[in-house]
């Protein structure tokens, strides 16, 4: 089954770091690009982050360049975001989306990050 | 900054057809902005509809059609159904790397 699952979603201090992780099964996620999308709590969908699929190209939202960083565990069929300095402004449900013809065609369920003060 | 623009709500009759747009703040959507449109309900993930435009997702509705009319890309439901009842989201291919989204369209069914 083509799937991908996040987690190391949590609570988080502001001025904290997290590493949320993206596990893909079902698909070769060195094979395709993946996006890394945020939803904050009754928001919309806020384009974060995306590793093009020769595993090189990484580009990021102005809101959070600087702070955000894609890595990958090939073997583990796994890829990462590191986010520090977190504010409030980063609470949100973090998705990872598998990149197929220009969109996102695999979502994964999401995790959720809360930033407190 | 650029940014994406859609129509923050919008209403349609069952069976009725509506058109749902998605715009830029500054330059117009073509066929290289590599539109897509996505169907979120409450609690789950987006789900794929549209994307290169007009490229339906497979086992999405035929009902559900995308285009570029002027300067926007537009998601067209013909014969609206109370499950459809959703917010969409289109994201725009902004050039260097860089996608956006718009800031979403809820569609009422009523």
């Known amino acids: 089954q083509v799937q991908l699952v996040e987690s190391g979603g949590g609570v988080v201090q502001t001025g904290g770091s997290l590493r949320l992780s993206c596990a893909a099964s079902?698909?070769?996620?060195?094979?395709?690009?993946i996006h890394w999308v945020r939803q904050a709590p009754g928001k919309g969908l806020e384009w974060v982050a995306n590793?093009?699929?020769?595993?090189?190209?990484?580009y990021y939202a102005d809101s959070v360049k600087g702070r955000v960083t894609i890595s990958t565990d090939n073997p583990k069929n796994t890829l990462y975001l590191q986010v520090n300095s977190l504010t409030t402004e980063d609470t949100a449900v973090y998705y990872c989306?598998?990149?197929?013809?220009?969109?996102?065609?695999?979502w994964g369920q999401g995790t959720m990050v809360t930033v407190s003060s | 900054q650029t940014v994406v623009t859609q129509e923050p709500s919008f209403s349609v009759s069952p069976g009725g057809t509506v058109t749902l747009t998605c715009g830029l703040s500054?330059?117009?959507?073509?066929?290289?902005?590599?539109p897509s449109w996505y169907q979120q309900t409450p609690g789950q993930a987006p789900r794929r509809l549209i994307y290169?435009?007009?490229t339906r997702s497979s086992g999405v509705p035929d009902r559900f059609s995308g285009s570029i009319l002027g300067n926007k890309a537009a998601l067209t439901i013909t014969g609206a159904q109370a499950d459809d009842e959703s917010h969409y989201y289109c994201?725009?291919?902004?050039?260097?790397?860089?996608?956006?989204f718009g800031g979403g369209t809820k569609l009422t069914v009523l």
């Open positions: 500054s330059g117009s959507v073509s066929t290289s902005s590599y």
């Open positions: 994201m725009l291919y902004m050039g260097s790397g860089i996608w956006m």
């Open positions: 290169t435009t007009n």
């Open positions: 989306a598998r990149d197929q013809g220009w969109a996102s065609d695999i």
């Open positions: 590793l093009q699929k020769d595993g090189i190209n990484k």
């Open positions: 079902g698909f070769t996620f060195s094979s395709y690009g």
